[in-house]
């Protein structure tokens, strides 16, 4: 196998490599590259540039040419910030009740809500749950999502959410895809702990932190603050314990009522997820700080609520990432780039910051720097869709999906079209 490989000649490529990381983008900001081509060195991009100059260059390094015969538009791998697919069950009915007007509580009390996909969860194998996630994880990658952040939570004691842990673990280890692994053991109050939020997030933090460090499970930490899971006031000692220990935060903020996105803030957290409640208080926080606000408008489509203002974020000067929430309960619909391209529409977003909040501004929400960009020493992570034109990608909502998918360097997925 030789060392290095070049494909092109590619209609367009957008490499977002001097796109900002925070505000605003108009379409017109974005550098297209015209008849292009990308220099593969190993599993890192070499060089981009014009196809003719590029083809020079790789005859001279005894490159492996690969010459495409049809139009096609490249991207980077996109990349999903936001899941929870390690997990058992469906929650069908719960959607069929909501939909149906049930609230959320009466829902609960009738053995549906977070709790119920606990239980299933815990009643699965580490096998079990390792093959969902393999499965989950293969659908995204089809559709060209080559980075997937995934969180535990649905375990809430220590051995089940190193269950959940390790099974993320051994799903990387089998898939082409990278699995960015989270711990979000503060999830909700365990039904069956004996004790007051406090004493619980003690307990995971005692017992479990050093364990995820110890293995290398996670270097990242979640927790839900929201009135029905855990207060600032409860949040604030279970992160400073966290950050300690050398972990990332990361917060589900402002899903249902305000506090989170201060929490994030204050804690200098590397994002902060949901966002649906946020004030112009909230987003004027976020707005001038570093960290990334990541909008879920598969959470909004799943529950019917409002989408993440998107649009004021940006407006405020903040980052915006955009991920798909997969999840059982609130957001089953898995599809990242739909979602996506839905929010940009309730949200008058630009098609070039729909494509910053699933590459490099996603990248940034997980604290990676080695992808979200086609550029010299990046991962060569991309996308080719068999198109003219990178419009094309958005006009179509979703169903103008990749043609090819690369993963560090190599083929993952072919239409063979």
């Known amino acids: 196998m030789k060392k290095y490989k070049l494909i092109g000649p590619i209609s367009q490529l957008i490499s977002m490599e001097k796109a900002t990381l925070k505000g605003a983008i108009k379409d017109e900001e974005l550098s297209v ?70 609230s959320y509580l009466e829902i609960a009390e009738a053995g549906g ?64 895809a990278d699995l960015i692994s989270t711990c979000l053991a503060a999830h909700m109050l365990p039904k069956d702990f004996d004790g007051n939020h406090q004493s619980y997030l003690e307990k995971i933090s005692n017992t479990l932190f050093p364990i ?33 220990m050398g972990f990332d935060i990361t917060v589900h903020a402002d899903q249902f009522s305000t506090g989170g996105s201060e929490v994030a803030v204050k804690m200098n957290a590397i994002s902060a997820d949901h966002l ?11 707005g001038n700080s570093d960290v990334v606000s990541v909008a879920l408008p598969g959470a909004s489509i799943g529950l019917g609520c409002d989408f993440t203002p998107a649009r004021k974020l940006l407006d405020t000067g903040g980052i915006l990432a955009i991920a798909s929430d997969w999840n059982p309960g609130s ?12 929010l940009g529409t309730f949200q008058k977003l ?7 909040g699933i590459t490099y ?38 169903k103008l999906t990749p043609s090819q998918v690369w993963k560090r360097g190599d083929i993952v997925y072919s239409d063979h079209n």
């Open 113 to 176: 809500g977070i709790w119920d996909t606990v239980t299933k969860t815990r009643k699965s194998t580490l096998q079990e749950l390792t093959y969902g996630i393999l499965k989950r994880a293969n659908i995204l990658l089809k559709n060209g999502v080559t980075t997937i952040e995934v969180k535990s939570g649905y375990g809430l004691s220590v051995s089940e959410e190193l269950k959940m842990l390790r099974a993320i673990q051994n799903a990387n280890q089998n898939l082409e």
């Open 361 to 398: 501004r996603a990248s940034a929400a997980l604290n990676l720097k080695d992808r979200g960009r086609l550029a010299t020493g990046m991962l060569a992570d991309f996308n080719l869709f068999r198109t003219t034109h990178f419009n094309e990608i958005f006009y179509h909502q979703g």
């Open 33 to 102: 590259l015209h008849n292009a081509g990308i220099l593969i060195k190993e599993e890192n991009i070499h060089s981009i540039g014009m196809y003719s100059e590029i083809k020079k260059k790789a005859l001279l390094l005894d490159a492996e040419i690969i010459e495409l015969r049809a139009n096609y538009v490249c991207t980077p791998g996109f990349i999903d910030a936001h899941t929870h697919i390690c997990y058992s069950g469906s929650r069908a009915r719960d959607y069929a009740m909501r939909n149906a007007g049930q």
């Open 212 to 244: 995820l460090k110890e293995e290398n499970l996670t270097n990242r930490v979640d927790a839900f603050i929201e009135k029905s899971a855990f207060l600032p006031s409860d949040i604030y000692p279970y992160f400073k314990k966290a950050k300690a």
């Open 331 to 342: 957001a089953p619909m898995g599809d990242l780039l739909t979602q996506a391209c839905i």
């Open 276 to 286: 649906e409640a946020s004030t112009e208080d909230e987003i004027e926080l976020l």
């Open 350 to 356: 630009s098609n070039a910051e729909v494509l910053a």
